[in-house]
């Protein structure tokens, strides 16, 4: 085995722990928030670790080129998807975990609301 | 090819953690989460399929997965937000 195959499987296989972890935490956390946080930021790092981990094995530039390119878009577009969740599942009425202690996004949400409710 | 089989199995023991997510969460925003982390790891998944086969078009499988996903979670939180898709 050369050395890329041996860089590329070892980054390969963080970004899998990194994915079973990630998932983990989707199953097994309390509320909306704690999973997203969770599965949002661990998902992203393990998929990014694979993409480059493959591009590295490979060395072919038609599949590495596509591979960052592929990591790029997924470092832009998860936490974007991620953010707009999180403001959709307030807005929305789900209920933060009991033993929650700060929730500093209430006074902007009840802003949003009382702004859509007079657009209306 | 065994590492990418027991790197194959990881990723389909994370893949159904959220299936089932998917079919038991209690509220639609814990569904909504599920389906984008779904996209997500599937983008790996089919990026190792790139690897094992060495064929370049699963890339473009690749992009145009994460492209799509990504669409989908931003429509589904318009819509749970309660607005229109074209507002």
Redesign the interface.
């Known amino acids: 085995m050369s050395s890329n195959v041996i860089v590329g499987?070892i980054l390969?296989?963080v970004?899998?722990?990194f994915?079973?972890f990630?998932?983990?935490g989707?199953?097994r956390l309390p509320d909306?928030y704690n999973?997203?946080q969770a599965?949002?930021k661990c998902?992203?790092l393990?998929?990014i670790f694979?993409?480059v981990g493959?591009a590295v094995?490979?060395a072919?530039p038609?599949?590495s080129i596509?591979?960052i390119?592929?990591a790029i878009?997924?470092l832009i577009?998860?936490p974007?998807?991620?953010h707009?969740?999180a403001?959709?599942?307030y807005?929305?009425g789900?209920k933060l975990w009991e033993k929650s202690t700060t929730d500093k996004y209430k006074e902007r949400a009840d802003e949003i609301k009382s702004q859509?409710g007079e657009a209306r | 090819m065994t590492?990418a089989y027991f790197?194959a199995g990881?990723?389909a023991?994370?893949?159904f953690?959220?299936l089932?997510?998917i079919g038991h969460g209690p509220?639609?925003?814990?569904r909504?989460?599920?389906i984008?982390?779904l996209g997500?790891?599937v983008?790996?998944f089919v990026?190792?399929s790139?690897?094992v086969m060495?064929k370049?078009f699963y890339?473009?499988l690749?992009?145009a997965w994460?492209?799509i996903s990504?669409i989908g979670?931003?429509a589904?939180?318009?819509?749970?937000?309660?607005r229109r898709f074209d507002e």
């Open positions: 499987y390969i296989t970004g899998a722990i994915d079973f990630g998932c983990m989707l199953v909306v999973r997203l599965a949002t998902v992203t393990g998929t694979i993409l493959t094995v490979t072919t038609a599949i596509k591979a390119l592929c878009f997924v577009t998860s974007t998807g991620a707009a969740l403001r959709g599942s807005l929305s789900v859509s | 590492f790197i990881i990723l023991i994370a893949c953690m959220c089932y997510r509220t639609p925003s814990d909504t989460v599920a984008d982390i997500t790891v983008v790996g990026c190792l790139a690897m060495k370049d890339m473009n690749a992009i994460a492209l990504f979670t931003i589904l939180a318009k819509h749970l937000e309660g």
